[in-house]
């Protein structure tokens, strides 16, 4: 596994740099200027079309680079790197490139994990293999956009709630809540994280025989909504200290994605179009079909389990089709998902044709993906 993410860093940082200092994705340059402008002491980002936790990160590690620079001779003082991002931004643009190259690369030992936890070591290897070489998640791991690292931070959000799951600690519950809040601080897709804790104290529940209804909004449940409150509230603390500009904005993009869509961006009944351009080009036809009939082999054992992994790729496809405004780096959260469901299906596959014990079975499963 480790290997296999060196692998897929080492396909991520490959031509990082193209193009710069021209960008071919306006939201490449808005991103930039948003994070290096918060460097002059105001932390308000006076954007609220997305959160901000992106651009904070952004921010650190633009500022990492500033300090290094100070103490190597590149900048006499920090004025100097305002007037580098006029002349040549290049550097900057590469650093926030990093940033999401770096985030795409962790949620790949991310699948293998949660892989590991629901279906065993083979699955999760797999489908972490089929994630680094996804297209289109390769893709947008060398942009400057926010589809990536809220990929990144859904993934964790959802290996935290299914230990959640299995175990029922109070931690658990704790640590999924405050990484769910996070994803939604980097994009308000994040938000449909919030189905996870209540499901997890509801499922885990029914799968060890109890009651589950009183569990629904009880105490696991409330702790799991506070501390993602918790999340978003400090990867975005201005939706609270600058209210009315949030609420505005908020409200207008959610306009957009209900109504009139944006201008190149208009679509309804959008879930074909996921299908093929956001799966189908993004991982491969072959592999889409795997996770379908992955998905139908899961439905048809409803165990609490099955059903647990696969609500939350469900209804984000489900929403998503929804909205009015698409793009294929919208279905992006949900690639690590269709991969191992993917990795489930070809498992059980050559399981059936080789046998549980034969030694070629794991070749077998190689050569497929």
Known sequence: VFLLTLAAFAIRLWHLGYGLPHVFYLDEGHFTFIALDMGGGDLNPHFFAHPALFFYLCLVVDAAYIIGGMFTGVFAKLGDAWVLYKSDPTVFYFLHRLVCATMGTLTVPLTYLIGKKVFGK????????????????????????????????????????????????LRWYVFAGLAGGLSAAVKYQGFEILMLGPLAAFL???????????????RRSRLFFLFFAVGFFLGTPYWILDFQSYAAEFLRQWSCHTG?????????????YYLRHGLGDGVGIPMLAAALLGTILLLSRPRPRNLYFLSFPLVYFLIAGFSNIRTARYILPILPFVCLVAAT?????????????NKWRNVVLLVLG
């Open 122 to 169: 083979s699955t999760g290897f797999l489908a972490a293999g089929f994630l680094s070489f996804a297209f289109l998640h390769v893709q947008y791991s060398r942009l400057v956009m926010l589809d990536v690292p809220l990929t990144f931070f859904i993934t964790l959000a959802f290996l935290l709630a299914y230990r959640a799951f299995q175990d029922g600690g």
């Open 204 to 218: 885990g529940t029914a799968e060890k025989g109890g009651n589950p209804w009183p569990e629904l909004l009880g």
């Open 260 to 272: 009139s869509g944006q201008l190149g961006y208009e679509g309804h009944w959008n879930w074909g």
């Open 345 to 357: 299906f070809l498992g059980w596959f050559v399981k059936r044709i080789f046998g549980k014990e």
